[in-house]
C-alpha cells in the first residue's frame, strides 16, 4: 500500500517513492482513515477515501466547492456517520463507534459558532465547564489560550463588540483550550478580507508550531494550501487525487486535473511517443515535446497524456534558450495587466498559450517563438 492507501503503483520514481514509504511508516500515525465512502441519499460525497495524518502535521484537504472536503471533516469527529467506514482511528484507537464528544478532536467552523452574549473568556471557558473543570482552572486555562491567539487584552469584550478577525481568533481559542489531540479546522479564514486572512494564516502556522497539536485544515485555496501545509490532499469529486507535499503538488501533479487546480496555464493533450526513464516525449498534434514524466502510473508508449508548462516558465524572444529546449512558432495575441506581471496570450500550432513576463523591460514589440525547458515541461496521465 502507498502512503495515502491506494494501491503501491511501481512508476519510474520507484526507489524515490520506497524511501519515502519508509521514512512516513516510522512517523505515528494521529489520524487515519481507510477506506470511507459516504453518500446523502443520491450524492456520493465520499468514494473510497483514505488518509492519514502524522503526529505534530499541518495537513490541509484542499478541493474545490462540493468536493466533499466537510463530509471528511463530518466524519472524523463524529457529527456524520459514513455510510462505509473500515478504519476511523484516532491515536490508534478506532472511534468509529465512539460518539462526537468523546472523539479527541475539535472543529472551528467559518461560521465561529460562538455565544454572542457571552463574554470572550466565558466564550473560551465554556468547553471546560461543561467537562467540569473548576473554575480557576478554567480562568487560566482560558486566558493562556487567549494570550496564544493574542486577546488577552480582550477577555471581559462582548462577541458582539469585536471584529470578524477577532472572533475567529475566540473561536480558535476556544477550540485549543481543551488541548484536543487534533484540531479540526473547516475553512477557517474564508470569511475575513484579504490582508487579514495572509495575516491569519502565519498566524495558524505559528500557532501549529508552538502547540505542536495535529492540525487537518480545509481549505478551496491552492496558495492557503502551498504556504500553510506540510502535507497536501487534493480532493476531486469524493476522491482524494494526490497527496503529497506542497512541492510534489505544485511541481509534480500527477494527473491534468491536479495540474489545472494547481494553476498550470498551459495545458495540451496528446500522446507519449518516447519513454526514458522520468524523461519522456510527448506528441501535440504533430509537434514532440520533451518534459518530466509526473503521472502516478508508470508511463505507457502510445497513452493518452497532457502537456503542462506554467506561463512563467515560458521564453519569449531574447531568452537564454538551451539546446534540449521545446520550441513553437507563435504570434502575439493580446496582453493581460496584472500589475506585478504582463500575460501575454501567444497563438501556436498546438492552440492558444500564456506567457508570463515579470520585467516589463522584457516586452516584445515582436514574438515570433515560444520556447521552454523539458525540466518545466510536466507529463502526465489524464
Ligand atoms: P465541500 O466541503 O468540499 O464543499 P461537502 O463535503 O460539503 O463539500 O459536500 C460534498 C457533496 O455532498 C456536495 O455535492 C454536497 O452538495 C453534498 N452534500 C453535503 N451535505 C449534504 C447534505 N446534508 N445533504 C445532501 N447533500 C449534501
Ligand atoms: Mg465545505
Known amino acids: 500500500m502507498s502512503p495515502d492507501g491506494g494501491p ?12 519515502i514509504d519508509e521514512q512516513e511508516s516510522k512517523r505515528s500515525a494521529m489520524l487515519e482513515l481507510q ?3 459516504h453518500n446523502y441519499g443520491a450524492v456520493k460525497a465520499l468514494r473510497d477515501v483514505s488518509l492519514t495524518a502524522y503526529k505534530g502535521e499541518f495537513l490541509t484537504i484542499l478541493g474545490e466547492s462540493g468536493s466533499g472536503k466537510t463530509t471528511i471533516l463530518r466524519v472524523i469527529s463524529g457529527l456524520e456517520t459514513a455510510t462505509s467506514a473500515e478504519v476511523i482511528a484516532i ?14 478532536c475539535t472543529t472551528v467552523f467559518q461560521n465561529y459558532a460562538l455565544f454572542p452574549h457571552m463574554s470572550v473568556q466565558e466564550n473560551v471557558e465554556y468547553g471546560l465547564s461543561v467537562r467540569g473543570m473548576p473554575k480557576a482552572d478554567r ?3 482560558a486566558l493562556e489560550a487567549l494570550e496564544m491567539v493574542k486577546l ?9 463588540q469585536l471584529s470578524g478577525g477577532e472572533r475567529q481568533r475566540v473561536a480558535l481559542a476556544r477550540a485549543i483550550v481543551t488541548q484536543p489531540a487534533i484540531l479540526l479546522l473547516d475553512e477557517p479564514l474564508g470569511a475575513l478580507d484579504e490582508k487579514l486572512r495572509q495575516q491569519m494564516q502565519e498566524e495558524l502556522v505559528r500557532l501549529h508550531s508552538r502547540l505542536g497539536m495535529t492540525f487537518v485544515y480545509i481549505t478551496h485555496s491552492q496558495e492557503e494550501a502551498l504556504t500553510m501545509s506540510d502535507r497536501i490532499a487534493l480532493m476531486c469529486n469524493g476522491e482524494i487525487v494526490q497527496i503529497g507535499t506542497p512541492e510534489d503538488l505544485f511541481d509534480r501533479p500527477n494527473s491534468a486535473f491536479a495540474a489545472e487546480f494547481m494553476g ?12 526514458s526513464d522520468e524523461r519522456v516525449s510527448v506528441e501535440v498534434n504533430g509537434h514532440g515535446f520533451h518534459g518530466r514524466w509526473s503521472g502516478h ?6 497513452q493518452k497524456a497532457f502537456a503542462a508548462i506554467r506561463a512563467e516558465r515560458l521564453k519569449l524572444e531574447g531568452a537564454e534558450n538551451h539546446a534540449e529546449d521545446n520550441a513553437l512558432k507563435c504570434s502575439a495575441g493580446s ?11 501567444l497563438q501556436t500550432e498546438i492552440g492558444p498559450m500564456r506567457a508570463r513576463i515579470w520585467d516589463r523591460a522584457n516586452r516584445k514589440s515582436s514574438i515570433s517563438t515560444v520556447s521552454w525547458h523539458p525540466d518545466d515541461c510536466v507529463v502526465t496521465a489524464p
Open 8 to 19: 503501491m503503483l511501481k512508476t519510474t520514481h520507484g526507489f524515490a517513492e520506497n524511501m
Open 35 to 37: 477506506h470511507i465512502s
Open 91 to 104: 491515536e490508534g484507537a478506532n472511534v468509529a463507534h465512539v460518539p462526537a464528544a468523546h472523539r479527541n
Open 139 to 141: 480562568a487560566k486555562r
Open 152 to 160: 488577552d487584552g480582550k477577555a471581559d469584550r462582548r462577541v458582539s
Open 264 to 275: 498550470f496555464e498551459n495545458i495540451f493533450e496528446g500522446h507519449l511517443k518516447e519513454i
Open 297 to 302: 502510473q508508470a508511463p505507457l508508449i502510445g
Open 335 to 345: 496582453t493581460l495587466y496584472r500589475g506585478k506581471y504582463v500575460d501575454q496570450h
